[in-house]
């Protein structure tokens, strides 16, 4: 495979041209200039996340202090090994994201993946945030490397740590397009997945700062999520060498063991022992998401029948956004943070 072209630092003999900007292997300049960009989607995404501002500590927990306390063993198993997952994945964001700018040729989507790294690490703090709060720093500790003593854990981690490790050690073309689906695959299946288990213990009144904090990381992630589709999508366009039938179906089986390992990792973890969660339920709703990531990209769906969201799970999507449902608990100063509305896409 064709080796990338890293951007340079300063480059005085970069291109200024908007018709040359590339998304890799361009000639940038690096300078940021927010009136001329050549992706226009950009601009949005740019507001849409600036708008996005929260601030982890200022969100209520006293309830869940008590309410972890009182979580049934089940609960509490899916809670601290669905927290240990998510804490892993958003300090793996932070890390690898910078390691993918490396390559990005086009200034102004440089500017999204520096906020985008920032957002990973708010959530890394927030996650921190809510187990310095509920558990002693000895259980701390234990949830946050569950995964080096859980296999069914660590194989999920290795699963997006090794595509992006391929990137890392070996820069060609083919693998950073792996690595932005594989990216797409956190955003979109992952973390979704995470979200969905806190939701349902929303949906019961239990642990509601948590669920609060995981609204706000959601609408976040919506916006990496289309961010990474947008670079994609502009990557079919500019490199349709990348995207043969051969490579698509390679991209598409990625999101296919995405989901089937979300779909095990439910089976261990979740089961049927949550309250107003089945495995029917949990599976329906992760193919549903899997033919969703497909269809964003324009890839053929993977399973037949699971085009629509199923209607025992609209309930995720309600409460992903942190304005819709009230509660007494969220402080009135957090509460200004609802002048970002959630993004209105098919994501």
């Known amino acids: 495979m064709k080796e990338l072209k890293r951007k340079a630092l300063f480059n005085e003999h970069g ?21 001329n960009m050549k992706y226009s989607w950009v601009s949005d995404w740019y507001r849409q996340a600036m708008n996005n501002f929260w601030i982890p ?11 972890y306390r009182n979580l049934d063993e089940h609960e509490k198993r899916a809670y ?20 993918l700018a490396e390559y990005i040729t086009a200034n102004e989507v440089n500017l999204c993946l520096t906020i985008q790294a920032y957002q990973e690490a708010i959530h890394s703090q927030s996650y921190g945030y809510i187990l310095d709060t509920i558990c002693s720093p000895e259980e701390r500790s234990k949830i946050l490397y569950l995964w080096k003593d859980d296999p069914l854990l660590l194989e999920r981690n290795k699963f997006i740590g090794d595509q992006y490790n391929d990137f890392y050690n070996n820069r060609t073309s083919y693998n950073l397009v792996k690595t932005a689906v594989a990216n797409y ?3 979109g299946i992952y973390f979704y997945s995470g979200f969905m288990f806190f939701y349902s213990l929303g949906r019961i009144g239990k642990m509601p700062g948590t669920v609060q904090e995981i609204r706000y990381i ?22 349709p060498q990348l995207f043969t039938s051969e490579n698509i179906e390679t991209f598409r089986n990625m999101i296919k063991q995405g989901v089937e390992e979300e779909i095990k990792w439910a089976n261990y973890v979740i089961g049927d022992n949550i309250k107003g969660l089945t495995m029917e339920m949990v599976e329906g709703y992760l193919k549903y998401l899997g033919n969703l990531r497909c269809r ?34 969220f402080e009135a100063k957090v509460s200004a943070y609802s002048k970002s509305s959630v993004i209105e896409d098919d994501l």
Not at 57 to 67: A, Y
Not at 301 to 318: A, D, H, N, Q
Request: glycine share 4%; no cysteine; hydrophobic share 35%.
């Open 15 to 35: 291109d200024i041209e908007l018709s040359k900007r590339r998304m890799i292997n361009g000639n940038t300049t690096n300078l940021n200039d927010f009136n």
């Open 57 to 67: 500590e200022e969100i209520n927990l006293s309830q869940d202090i008590k309410d």
């Open 80 to 99: 601290d090994k669905t927290l240990s997952f998510l804490v892993f994945l958003d300090s793996l964001q932070t890390a690898n994201l910078p390691n």
């Open 185 to 187: 695959v956190l955003e």
């Open 218 to 239: 959601n609408r976040d992630e919506n916006t990496h999520l289309w961010l990474f589709r947008s670079i994609i999508l502009e990557l079919k366009k500019e490199e």
């Open 296 to 329: 964003g990209l324009g890839f053929e769906m993977l399973y037949e029948g699971f085009e629509k969201e199923p209607s025992s799970m609209t309930w995720v999507r309600e409460y992903s956004d942190p304005n819709a449902i009230k509660t007494d608990f």
